[in-house]
């Protein structure tokens, strides 16, 4: 019934396709005018936070595709922000580069430890840099490898692509079965519907966001034939999330 190969949905579910959103948490005014004059022509959506504090806040409150993480931070340290943004479901999948003053290996490979995705070495060069973080965009989120995804009752077998219902199997199109992956990677967000056409139908799609509202109906009657009465919350004039508490 899944038609579209493994490579498809690496592309569909990593990045949201237009313009990738970028957090910048970095304190030195200068080498944010440098950051934000090279990414933005590269069509990166780019919204910066000075100290770590913020930085983590917005990663939670509006998760972005990458971090650009400043190692020596005011208050928060670098690391100290990896490891919270690791252990929050929001954030723990989302790559992280960090920038770093300090060249020692020992303090790359602690970067790498607590969970950044790459380093570079300030002074770096930009061109580096933007090959760094295009690459991390590519590379799969973890849970989209991972061979089981779950929210409540629902269990999605990413390697089968089989979705279950307190272990019942539910039926889907290729569509709903990337609506569903999506919404599941980011249980309780709330997706707008640009958003779920950027990150489910990908860049060339050039639909009309009604086309969201038909394949969430789908997905809910899939889901209420399988018995779940409940799977997705509509946001009145915003989107849709899914919920922990789907029965
Ligand atoms: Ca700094």
New binding site residues.
């Given amino acids: 019934m899944i038609s579209y190969s493994p490579k498809q949905i690496k592309t569909g579910f990593t990045v949201s396709a237009l313009s990738p959103k970028i957090l910048i948490v ?3 005014p200068s ?1 944010v005018e440098i950051l934000k004059f090279n990414l933005k022509p590269e069509g990166f959506d780019v919204r910066v936070e000075m100290d770590g504090e913020s930085g983590v806040q917005a990663a939670i409150e509006d998760p972005p595709d990458l971090i650009l993480l ?5 208050n928060l340290t ?1 690391i100290e922000i990896c490891r919270q943004l690791r252990r929050n479901t929001q954030t723990r999948e989302i790559p992280i580069i960090m ?1 770093t ?1 300090r060249s020692e290996e020992r303090d790359k490979v602690r970067g790498l430890d607590i969970g950044a995705d790459d380093y570079i070495t300030k002074p770096y060069s930009i061109k580096e840099l933007i090959a760094r973080i295009k690459s991390a965009l590519r590379r799969p989120r973890a849970s989209v490898v991972e061979q089981k995804i779950s929210v409540g009752q629902i269990e999605v077998d990413m390697r089968k692509h089989k979705v279950y219902f307190d272990k019942s199997p539910v039926d889907l199109g290729p569509i709903e079965f990337r609506l569903l992956v999506t919404l599941m990677q980011s249980p309780e967000r709330v997706f707008s519907r640009d958003q779920l056409l950027d990150m489910v139908w990908g860049i060339s799609a050039s639909l009309e966001t009604r086309t969201v509202d038909v394949h969430i109906g789908r997905l809910r009657r899939a889901f209420n034939r399988a018995g779940c009465k409940q799977i997705i919350r509509t946001v009145r004039s915003f989107g849709y999330s899914i919920e922990e508490v789907a029965v």
């Fill in positions: 970095e304190d030195e080498q400043d190692w020596m931070l005011p670098g920038l003053a």
